[in-house]
């Protein structure tokens, strides 16, 4: 082996050693208060100007609760879209539950998604974007909304829909949802 395999171009060595503290979970729980305080502001105050929230979630955890046919057309992982049209969003603090009124296929539902099922959040209006590490993702992929992201249904808050039994999901009931990739979000180092 040569200089070069162990060291960088500099001759400096750059293999960090094993950290004894948990920075990485004390940087995880940072970042997934900053989320959680975001919900909490747009709970209490509405979003304000362009502001929208894209919340990925896996749907098999424990304590999930989302309508049977959400669950059957998304098993593992589901993203939600949080920006015209939602109603009784709510933070558990204590529970670690975020729950949020949401229409599909014109039937309301109350979700349920503990924050630890929670494995991605976005706020594309500032190109901001957070990933957990419980994702199934590896940390050098990109997060990208699946291009089956679930817009809720427009509805007028000032109506909630009573919350209403599951009815199978027609075809149409499915709305076409627009791919963004959550790279262009990140902040770039500044030179």
Do not use: C
Request: glycine share 6%; net charge negative.
């Amino acid at each position: 082996m040569s200089d070069d395999d162990h060291n960088g171009q500099d001759g400096f060595e750059h293999d960090l050693p094993e950290s004894l503290l948990p920075y990485d979970d004390w940087v995880e729980d940072a970042y997934r208060e900053v989320m959680l305080r975001a919900i909490e502001h747009v709970a209490a105050e509405g979003l304000p100007g362009a502001h929208h929230f894209y919340l990925t979630f896996r749907t098999n955890k424990p304590g999930v609760v989302i309508p049977a046919r959400l669950k059957a057309q998304y098993p593992e992982e589901m993203t939600i879209v949080l920006q015209h049209q939602f109603w009784d969003l709510a933070l558990d603090r204590d529970k670690g539950i975020i729950s949020v009124g949401l229409s599909f296929g014109g039937v309301g539902s109350i979700l349920q998604i503990p924050v630890a099922s929670i494995t991605a959040f976005a706020d594309p209006h500032i190109r901001m974007a957070l990933r957990f590490t419980n994702s199934a993702l590896d940390d050098d992929e990109d997060i990208e909304i699946p291009e089956d992201a679930v817009e809720p249904d427009d509805v007028d808050p000032a109506h909630h829909p009573e919350v209403q039994p599951d009815e199978p999901a027609s075809e149409d009931s499915r709305k076409d949802a627009e791919v963004v990739s959550l790279a262009a979000f990140r902040k770039r180092p500044q030179n």
